[in-house]
């Protein structure tokens, strides 16, 4: 077991950049208990200062590698009961580093069902099929001619007999099959055809109609759109090699004939290389197509996954405006626009619903009302939902707000997505909330606190509810809640929680704790007050002293008896820091902030036994900015006057917007016309940009000009370029399926309830094209 344990940090060091003895030290925390925000931030004298990238890579890779491990053993145990074991097995079992060339080897020891090969051994044609690769040069219809029986009535059966023997032996030969395999993976096309009949009803999938790509290199934005127009039966997939080789031989039967000699020059040996082109065109080549489009699926989801989680993490660390009076104003027409006023910590202070739509067109109504709420709450920012009626919403404000005396100081209008607000709506912890307010109000108020601090209010939704996906509904649902859950860990942590305001949704994603003790904290503070300092946690029941090590730095205590319970230093580095302000003979309290002075020190003064230079130099960092924000100053995004529809837009407008999406092709922008507008990958920049998230992130606010609009397919083509770039400009086909992935990157896929045949491959390949 020691001897898996290094063999496991050796490989996972080489992935993630690291050396084998950091990976021991983390996996040890980790096995502890310890979570990757906490290891990231206070361990980095343990592990070398692994950061919380490389610390995620590592415990994703730590759990695949423990499960082939696993595997391993079962595989181990299972062949030596079977007697079969031998040391050149063993060494093979022990040498691969993936479950598919695990499997491989393991497939001819496999239980299985009666297969067509046994069949045939139990017909006594297991000497045929010897004989027959024996003596290549014999006649392998003479040979046969000896074995029939009752069961075998002619030369025929028999002859099929020994080629269902023949061919299980080379299906079963794990070196040949990854041979095959890594061939196939070089050299394969995808083919994707629309199903006849379903051209009108498919056409958004119309990219896609005859569309063939190496396999290889499909980005998977494009995957994912042809996986969903196979599951909504519109278009049929499949993956092959030398479709148009017109040669007899392929290339694959040719690999199967010298992996065993195979000249076809006497007649048992021409026979054999029909056996090993039948072996291809019906077993092989179906199964590795099976591979490669589960493969094709795993690799296009791993990179929505990372996409999603990249955008949330720059959505949940956008800038907050900050603790202002915020009127929240949740658009509708024929229902009315939802108001909700909260002051700065969030606290709800007004709800109401007024209608200046059809049919009640109260305009004047409105304005008046909200000019009232305005002065009652003395309201700083009006946050407005960008869902339908947003811009007329934007328009009655702005009005409202000219009308305004001009010695009153005037609310910044700012609009706001309002993606996942529904469902925070309808949820439990809304409900918890807001047990008397109507579930359509609750959606203004979340609107309203999304603007004061996103990361507080979007923590209170499911991850793949806020919509910064491409395709989130197609791919692994539990790898994804996974590794957004991880994001939302992590972006709350960088952070920091307030622990007198925190809801039970923000307390549940600090290191250590969860719901439960999320909830026993919150309850603790109604009843007690306030906590005075964090080693008041240690108060509330189940919180033990693990728990406090794991949480207690990221909990802060603005103006709390002790300063240091306002800052990201661990109290149980709280020594150390106080070793720092008496060196400098000032207050704590003077000092902090003192960048001046607390930069003339030399880190070294203050090591000890248990925290080395890494944390002394974080500690002084924090004392310079106590509780500092890892998050950007506010700013909003300005909306064109008159430019409200879509059908307002005209090539070579230069509009200013907010970045929703980023996804591999290019930048979703949000520039007020109810539909956002793609800036593709090569119109980022006056340069070449091979990932746009190195240009602009969700939550940028940027300048774009209109390229190509079309009303019909509501499709907007943008550029970031500069005038006279040497770039061409982008058409509507640009970025094959990048057009599609506006329309129906976010969309749920229609119910499937039977798979269609794809390409040769049949139902085989339907069955593993089904959803995990």
Known sequence: ??????????????????????????????????????????????????????????????????????????IVESITSQGKMTDELMGKIFKVATKAELEDIYLPFKPKRRTRAEIAREKGLQPLADAIWADRAADPAKLAEAYITAEVPDVKAALEGARDIVAEAISENADLIGRLRNDMKDRAILYSKVVEGKEAAGEKFADYFAHSERWATVPGHRALAMLRGWNEEMLTLSIEVDRDDPSPVKPAQRTIAAAYDIAGKGPADQWLMEVAGWTWRVKLSVSLSLDLMRDLRERAEEEAIHVFARNLKDLLLAAPAGSRPTMGLDPGIRTGVKVAVVDGTGKVLETTTVYPFPPKNDIRGTQAELASLIRKHKVELISIGNGTGSRETERLVADMLAQLPATAPKPTKVIVSEAGASVYSASETAAKEFPG?????????????????????????????????????????????????????????????????????????????????????????????????????????????????????????????????????????????????????????????????????????????????????????????????????????????????????????????????????????????HQDGLVHVSQLADRFVKDPHEVVKAGDVVKVRVVEVDVKRKRIALTMRKDGGEAPQPSMRDARGSANAMRHASAKPSAKPDAPALGGLGAALAEAMRKK
């Open 1 to 74: 077991m020691a001897d898996d344990s290094k063999s496991i940090a050796a490989i996972i060091a080489s992935e993630v950049n690291a050396r084998p003895e950091q990976v021991i030290a983390a996996v040890e925390l980790l096995d502890g208990g310890a979570t990757v925000p906490f290891i990231a931030r206070y361990r980095k004298e343990v592990t070398g200062g692994l950061d919380d990238t490389q610390l995620r890579n590592l415990a994703e890779r730590l759990t695949y590698l423990r499960e082939l491990g696993a595997r391993r053993k079962a």
């Open 437 to 673: 307010l109507d579930v359509s109000l609750r959606g203004a108020v979340s609107i309203a606190r999304r603007l004061q601090d996103p990361l507080a209010e979007l923590v209170k939704i499911e991850p793949k509810s806020i919509g910064v996906g491409q395709y989130q509904h197609d791919v692994d649902q539990g790898r994804l809640g996974r590794s957004l859950d991880a994001v939302v860990e992590d972006a709350v942590n960088a952070v920091g929680v307030d622990l007198n305001t925190a809801s039970v949704p923000l307390l549940a994603r600090v290191s250590g704790l969860g719901s439960s003790i999320a909830e026993a904290i919150v309850t603790h503070r109604d009843e007690t007050g306030p906590f005075q300092s964090r080693k008041d946690l240690l108060k509330v029941p189940r919180l033990g002293a693990r728990t406090f090590e794991q949480c207690a730095g990221f909990l802060r205590i603005p103006n709390g008896k002790e300063p240091l319970d306002a800052s990201a230093v661990h109290p149980e580095a709280y020594g150390v820091a106080k070793k720092i302000v008496a060196a400098c003979g000032r207050d704590l309290r003077t000092l902090m902030g003192d960048s001046a002075t607390l930069k003339s020190l030399d880190p070294k003064r203050f090591i000890d036994e248990q925290f080395g230079l890494p944390t002394v130099k974080d500690i002084i960092a924090e004392l310079e900015k106590p509780g500092r924000d890892p998050r950007p100053s506010f700013k909003t995004a300005t909306f064109a006057d008159g430019v409200d529809e879509i059908t307002d837009l005209k090539p070579g407008m230069l509009l200013e917007g907010t970045v929703t999406n980023v996804a591999a092709f290019g930048a979703f922008v949000d520039i007020g016309v």
